[in-house]
């Protein structure tokens, strides 16, 4: 099974503190993703990475930032929390192009952040 | 715009059944059509999809979706409900060549004993 891991489930942080949160996968995927997750709202796209070192935009950029030096790795940066970041954070990845299971996102468990 | 409506934020049914959670979609190009089941505290696990051919799509745990074009819709259906099944469930939409998905908001099932 693919596995995508998010390294921590549950963090709380002061507002203006420096946020890491951290995804990993094991299946060789080209594109990474991570999403907010907030009630009512749904799942909506960050940042989203289709190679090493690539990254694009998606709906709600602002005040975040990523990284992806390794195909595996994926990391969401805040760089100064604040109290509207509160919420749950799920990575997610899945092949690029053509190829069987294309198209199909595989998600980790979730963080779930609070900034007080 | 593209927008996924999933009309309905509550759905309670009684175990044994049946279910049906609909999803409506509007998107200009061909669709994929993605339903999405989320335990509380997990991530999202896909059920089933919908990518071309046959319009009945059969997933895991027992559920199917029909995808009707003429409706805009992809209806997910279990004929007969687990209490296992209470989750949230997400209807999803993306196309071939794109990394944008669009999800809908949700539609949380509660199952009674």
């Known amino acids: 099974d693919v596995k995508v891991t998010q390294s921590s489930r549950y963090l709380v942080k002061r507002t203006g503190e420096k946020v890491f949160l951290e995804c990993v996968q094991d299946m060789d995927h080209e594109n990474m993703f991570w999403y907010r997750q907030d009630p009512g709202l749904g799942l909506r796209l960050i940042y989203f990475?289709?190679?090493?070192?690539?990254?694009e935009k998606g709906d709600i950029p602002e005040g975040y930032s990523v990284s992806r030096e390794k195909k595996e790795r994926f990391s969401l940066i805040l760089e100064s929390a604040s109290t509207n970041q509160t919420s749950m954070y799920l990575c997610a990845s899945s092949f690029r192009g053509a190829r069987a299971g294309a198209n199909v996102l595989t998600f980790g468990a979730g963080s779930r952040l609070t900034v007080l | 715009a593209q927008s996924v409506t999933q009309p309905d934020i509550h759905i309670t049914v009684s175990e044994g059944a049946s279910l049906e959670l609909r999803c409506n979609y509007s998107?200009?190009?061909?669709?994929?059509l993605f339903w999405y089941v989320q335990s509380p505290g997990q991530g999202l696990q896909l059920l089933l999809k919908y990518f071309s051919g046959d319009t009945l799509v059969q997933g895991i745990k027992g559920f199917e979706a029909e995808f009707k074009r003429s409706q805009s819709s992809f209806n997910l259906r279990k004929p007969s409900v687990h209490w296992s099944d209470a989750a949230e469930y997400f209807c999803?939409?993306?196309?071939?060549?794109?990394?944008?998905?669009?999800f809908g908001t949700g539609t949380r099932l509660k199952v009674l004993a």
């Open positions: 998107y200009g190009a061909t669709p994929y």
């Open positions: 999803a939409v993306g196309t071939s060549g794109t990394y944008k998905y669009i």
């Open positions: 990475s289709y190679d090493v070192k690539m990254k």
